[in-house]
């Protein structure tokens, strides 16, 4: 199992200078040997595959990708455009990670339709894979899209994940892309749920063995202040019953909100923990570092010996 970083938006940094952390952190993950960095499209924060593409510029070999872009705020050649572009600036290291979002979102912030996710995705697919399949005329004609255009922006194309959480997003995921990102899954949901599904669906369509990378928070502390850190990380990450989505998939493990599938406590309880997320089959562990302390000093200090940890143990997971 692969150890890297996912990151999200940093309130802590003065706007002036949060672009600039950002490629700071994913330069100093790179440095520290982990293997991917990945950073989330927020509403309302930094844009996520230009921030990317930025980041890909200033390093040379770590893998870098969107944890996820909503399928539904652009346009599929568009979006093609841009990922084939980030691609080169990262030197084909680049992961597009894709997902349906949520309806409080898509809907209720940006006013875009939510009815019929999945039959949206599976036609932005179509046309991604036209674009993806190298320099040339995109022609594709489906549903919601009619598109009729050349594009030539590069030879090769991103890795392409697909945030899956029920079975027929996996199904789509193990037939169309090279695996999934997930978020809110525990070791169970995954070994029993996500794995299993996503792997028939790759098997079956003939494609390799799907990635599977999971974005897990993770927290070094005392064994007495555990419960406290994964109440913590529930309310800065958000809880899961904002998404129906993510309550359907907390149904298959044993966890309740994200908190619980938190790698808290000693070093001895973390690393206990990253090996249970390996052996459900997680390919690619994606550690959201969640700083504690009451002020910004311990929390900087927190972050970094938890960071320092993970990767020290990673090239043995």
């Keep these: 199992m692969r150890i890297g970083l996912m990151v999200g938006s940093?309130?802590?940094r003065a706007r002036p200078d949060r672009l600039a952390g950002l490629i700071e952190d994913g330069i100093a993950a790179e440095t520290a040997g982990f293997s991917s960095f990945w950073f989330p499209q927020v509403p309302g924060y930094l844009d996520a595959m230009t921030a990317v593409a930025l980041l890909g510029a200033s390093t040379s070999s770590i893998e870098i990708g969107t944890a996820v872009v909503p399928v539904q705020t652009r346009h599929p050649l568009i979006l093609a455009q841009q990922a084939l572009t980030t691609n080169?600036?990262?030197g084909g290291r680049f992961a597009l990670g894709l997902g349906l979002s949520h309806d409080w979102i898509i809907n209720g912030q940006l006013g875009l339709p939510y009815q019929r996710p999945v039959h949206t995705l599976r036609d932005h697919l179509d046309v991604l894979a036209a674009a993806f399949a190298g320099p040339g005329q995109v022609d594709v004609d489906n549903d919601t899209f009619h598109v009729h255009s050349p594009v030539d922006v590069a030879d090769t194309a991103p890795a392409l994940l697909l945030a899956a959480l029920g079975p027929t997003m996996l199904r789509i995921a193990g037939e169309r892309a090279d695996g999934?990102?997930?978020?809110?899954?525990?070791?169970?949901?995954?070994?029993?749920?996500?794995?299993?599904r996503i792997g028939a669906a790759a098997l079956g369509a003939g494609r390799p063995a799907p990635r599977v990378v999971a974005g897990v928070p993770v927290a070094l502390c005392e064994p007495a202040d555990v419960n406290d850190a994964r109440a913590h990380a529930s309310e800065i990450l958000g809880h899961a019953h904002l998404s129906p989505n993510y309550v359907a998939l907390l149904e298959h493990g044993d966890a309740d909100d994200v908190g619980d599938t938190m790698a808290a406590g000693d070093e001895?309880?973390?690393?206990?923990?990253?090996?249970?997320y390996r052996d459900a089959g997680?390919?690619?562990?994606?550690?959201?570092?969640?700083?504690?302390?009451d002020t910004p000093a311990?929390?900087?200090?927190?972050?970094?010996?938890?960071?320092?940890?993970?990767a020290s143990v990673a090239a043995g997971l």
Excluded: N, Y
């Excluded at 997680?282 to 302390?293: E, K, N, Q, S």
């Design 10 to 12: 940093d309130r802590e």
């Design 88 to 90: 080169a600036a990262c």
């Design 180 to 196: 999934t990102v997930l978020w809110m899954a525990d070791e169970r949901a995954i070994g029993e749920h996500v794995v299993p």
């Design 268 to 276: 001895s309880a973390v690393l206990t923990r990253l090996r249970a």
């Design 282 to 293: 997680v390919t690619d562990l994606a550690a959201r570092v969640i700083p504690l302390g």
């Design 298 to 310: 311990r929390r900087h200090q927190s972050r970094r010996r938890t960071a320092e940890f993970l």
